[in-house]
Structures are given as C-alpha cells and as structure tokens.
T-cell receptor
Framework: GAVVSQHPSRVICKSGTSVKIECRSLDFQATTMFWYRQFPKQSLMLMATSNEGSKATYEQGVEKDKFLINHASLTLSTLTVTSAHPEDSSFYIC????????????FGQGTRLTVV | AQSVTQPDIHITVSEGASLELRCNYSYGATPYLFWYVQSPGQGLQLLLKYFSGDTLVQGIKGFEAEFKRSQSSFNLRKPSVHWSDAAEYFCGSSNTGKLIFGQGTTLQVKP
C-alpha cells in the first residue's frame, strides 16, 4: 500500500512553545488529509479535514487558532500546536487519501506529543 | 449526520475461536464503510472496505465483514483467531468528505 510518513514520532516541548508535526504522502498525491487525536485507550477523534489548497475544516470543539493546519501541496500537510499546554499532550495521527470518499485512507505512524 | 458506533469496548476470545466485532452506522444513503486495525504503537492498517456491490466483503488476514442495511451494521468476522490478531479495531465511515471512526474495540486473545 501507499506510504504516509509522519514526523516526528515523538516530541517533548515546554509549555508555551509551539510544535510542528509533518505528514507526507510519499508515493501518491493526497487530495485530502485528516488529522486525529487519540487519547489512551480511546478512539480517534477527528480534529480537521484539509483539502489541498483550501483552508482546513475543523470539527466542533477544536480550536483552529491553537491547532494550525496547512495543506499547501499534494504531498504535505502540517499540524502546528501553538502555545502548547500539558493538556495538549496526546497522540496525533495523520491520514491521507486521494479523491473519493470510498478510497482507502493511509495512516501515518503517529506523533506522541508531551508538553512539560 | 454520519456516525459510527462500536458497542463492544473490549472483547476476549480464545485462540482458535471465532470472532465477531460489531459496528453500527448512521447515514441516510449507502455508506462507505471501513475496518482498520491498530497494533500497539503503530498506525492503522486497512482490513477491508465496502461501498457497493457484494455485501460480504473479504479482507486481509482472513477477515471478512458483512454489510446489512436493514440492521445498519457492518460487523467484522474471523473464523479462527490467532494470537497475533490482538489489537485495536476501528470501524469507520466516510460519506461527507470526512473519515470518522467508532470508539474502537480492543481484542485480547487468550492462549
């Protein structure tokens, strides 16, 4: 299957700083990318959907000013957690697919963010 | 609005026994449905998907799922579970441009 690379896999940052997570589709053009947050022993909570060249669509309750998503090209999307706080500590996963709601979405390996 | 529900949070089966993981969806038209598996510390891997045609779908690793419109269900099955099947399983739906998941089911396999 296609490969989605997510970087970094782990990051520790100080409270108040910002951290950027990258999601790249290595061998296909990702028209749509999804960003999820996963709490321990819990499901994947969709944070936002981004289409290349468009502004991301955020889910209800997700602060768009805190979680900045950029999908500037067909192979790269970034999630920036701004002014991070300990409660932002979580596992963040990106997913990418080509056009079509019935097409398979490929997932990155996830990023474990710890804010201290 | 679309939604997905996995009623079973945790299931334990003996190795070699059969398995069925439940998934119910809510969507007005024909849904696009998926089953993904997540092993500890890893990303999600697609097991199978349904969007039209034969309602019994075959997937990888010996899994299958059956779409039943009358019951709004898309249950995942496997006739004989292996210890390596222990993982987290997610049922997903993608119809409104976004891919959402149920709560997930943790599968534990007893020797």
């Amino acid at each position: 299957g296609a490969v989605v690379s997510q970087h970094p896999s782990r990051v520790i940052c100080k409270s108040g700083t910002s951290v950027k997570i990258e999601c790249r589709s290595l061998d296909f053009q990702a028209t749509t990318m999804f960003w999820y947050r996963q709490f321990p022993k819990q499901s994947l909570m969709l944070m936002a959907t981004s289409n290349e060249g468009s502004k991301a669509t955020y889910e209800q309750g997700v602060e768009k000013d805190k979680f900045l998503i950029n999908h500037a090209s067909l192979t790269l999307s970034t999630l920036t957690v701004t002014s991070a706080h300990p409660e932002d500590s979580s596992f963040y996963i990106c997913s990418a697919r080509t056009s079509g709601a019935y097409t398979e979405a490929f997932f990155g390996q996830g990023t474990r963010l710890t804010v201290v | 609005a679309q939604s997905v529900t996995q009623p079973d949070i945790h299931i334990t089966v003996s190795e070699g026994a059969s398995l069925e993981l439940r998934c119910n969806y809510s969507y007005g038209a024909t849904p696009y449905l998926f089953w993904y598996v997540q092993s500890p510390g890893q990303g999600l891997q697609l097991l199978l998907k349904y969007f039209s045609g034969d309602t019994l779908v075959q997937g990888i690793k010996g899994f299958e799922a059956e779409f039943k419109r009358s019951q709004s269900s898309f249950n995942l099955r496997k006739p004989s579970v292996h210890w390596s099947d222990a993982a987290e399983y997610f049922c997903g739906s993608s119809n409104t441009g976004k891919l959402i998941f149920g709560q997930g089911t943790t599968l534990q396999v007893k020797p």
